[in-house]
């Protein structure tokens, strides 16, 4: 399992981002997908899960109405859109996939995309 | 603020064990069915190290191992290791809105 992840950076206030994790070495269609996110210095929080077909999806508070997470099967790929982001949205951006089909354990992580929020 | 309490530290001596302990704060853990742990070493991404309360996936050793009582959840590592130095934090899925908690997690010393 490989996942990995791109499209951090520097962003100002206000701005978008559009962050990528391009899944390979698993059936990358029947698992369920997580973004995970760490402030610098501090605990993991979590931040949205899809289901494997994109028929579920939640966030965590902090982000609803802002981020929108997605997915394309085809491409093997989970997506987070960030929009109208704010300082304390900077973090280490890591997706998770699923332990196993039915259990929403993280089981496999990439390495992380720092985003930076900041004029 | 951690809707799953655990310890800010713990530590212990090569060769000893110690327990981390998460607790939820509305008959959360006691209420939903899983509990997973996770290993983080400095600079890395998290490790998955138990899930469903209680199963090691493989390549994980089987001196972690996982609990749950009432509600309370426990990690315990034996037979502590340097490589054992790292963050653990304790997580569980609620099924719905807020999908998603994980606790403060504790930094486990190796003295």
């Known amino acids: 399992v490989q996942l990995v992840e791109s499209g951090g950076g520097v962003v100002r206030p206000g701005r978008s981002l559009r962050l990528s994790c391009a899944a390979s070495?698993?059936?990358?269609?029947?698992?369920?997908m997580h973004w995970v996110r760490q402030a610098p210095g501090k605990g993991l929080e979590w931040v949205a899960v899809?289901?494997?077909?994109?028929?579920?999806?939640y966030y965590g508070d902090s982000v609803k109405g802002r981020f929108t997470i997605s997915r394309d099967n085809s491409k093997n790929t989970v997506y987070l859109q960030m929009n109208r982001l704010r300082a304390e949205d900077t973090a280490v951006y890591y997706c998770?996939?699923?332990?196993?089909?039915?259990?929403?354990?993280?089981?496999?992580w990439g390495p992380g995309t720092l985003v930076s929020v900041s004029s | 603020q951690s809707a799953l309490t655990q310890p800010p530290s713990a530590s212990g001596s090569p060769g000893q064990s110690v327990t981390i302990s998460c607790t939820g704060v509305?008959?959360?853990?006691?209420?939903?069915?899983?509990v997973s742990w996770y290993q983080q070493r400095p600079g890395k991404a998290p490790k998955l190290i138990i899930y469903?309360?209680?199963t090691r996936p493989s390549g994980v050793p089987d001196r972690f191992s996982g609990s749950k009582s009432g509600n309370t959840a426990s990690l315990s590592v034996s037979g502590l290791q340097a490589d054992d130095e790292a963050d653990y934090y304790c997580?569980?899925?609620?099924?719905?809105?807020?999908?998603?908690?994980f606790g403060g997690g504790t930094k486990l010393t190796v003295l």
């Open positions: 899809i289901w494997y077909d994109g028929s579920k999806i």
């Open positions: 509305n008959s959360d853990i006691g209420a939903y069915n899983y």
């Open positions: 469903e309360d209680s």
């Open positions: 998770a996939s699923w332990v196993r089909y039915h259990d929403c354990a993280m089981g496999s």
């Open positions: 070495g698993f059936s990358f269609s029947s698992y369920g």
């Open positions: 997580s569980l899925s609620t099924g719905s809105n807020d999908f998603v908690l």
